[in-house]
């Protein structure tokens, strides 16, 4: 969403009225997000915000999509998160146990850390891994130590994939993506990528860059309306 749809708390031109112009078509549209700190009700509080026209179950977000998985599992057990709140609400809607989210600042020196204050619980039966602004090194070493457990779940929520049809402003993970899903896709230069790197792969005789090259591109969603009929 962000660099396609908005940068941070602006909405970028005539991305809302294209992408509600596709539904009044009758088009399905998907919100699709690697970001894991919100909930799917906080995503389209900020969506209606913004001028877009959606609802939670058009919402697709690796926290919600974590819950769900844990769930559709049978998982019964505590999940040891490195992550932000939107996870942790999403685990708790569906009612999944967690150890909590915030700081957990390093109290001692490492030697004792490593040799007697690594408490771990051993109800923790998952570990799953967002962005995290109270990252350390004591939470890395925790997951690291649960997930020694060959029976721990694991889940990364923020490889960076999204939107079918495509719509990316990253292309390495999201166009990739797109074509491995048996997408069209479409880059939008609002966001990290550039017509630059695009070209240079489209020359490239390497097979692997040759694949990240998008069938389509544009300078904006908005470009698009004119083309909406």
Known sequence: ?????????????????????????????????????????????????????????????????????????????????????????????????????????????????????????PEVGAVVVGFDLHFNFLKMMKAASYTNNPDCVFIATNTDERFPMDAANIVVPDILLGKRCGFQTLLVLTGVTKMREVDAWKASNKAEEQELVPDYYTEKLGDLLPHLS
Request: aromatic fraction near 10%; charged fraction near 25%.
């Open 1 to 121: 969403m962000l660099g396609v749809l908005w940068l941070y708390d602006h909405g970028i031109a005539g991305s809302a009225e294209a992408l509600n112009r596709f539904q009044h078509l009758g088009k399905k549209v998907f919100y699709v997000t690697n970001n894991s700190t919100k909930t799917r009700d906080e995503f389209v509080a900020k969506c209606e915000k913004l001028g877009f026209n959606t609802t939670k179950e058009e919402i697709l977000s690796t926290s919600y999509l974590t819950a769900c998985y844990l769930k559709d599992l049978g998982f019964n057990k505590k999940v040891f998160i490195v992550g932000s709140v939107g996870i942790a609400k999403e685990l708790e809607a569906v009612g999944i146990r967690h150890l909590g989210v915030g700081p957990d600042p390093v109290l001692t020196d490492l030697g004792s850390l490593v040799s007697q204050d690594l408490k771990l619980d």
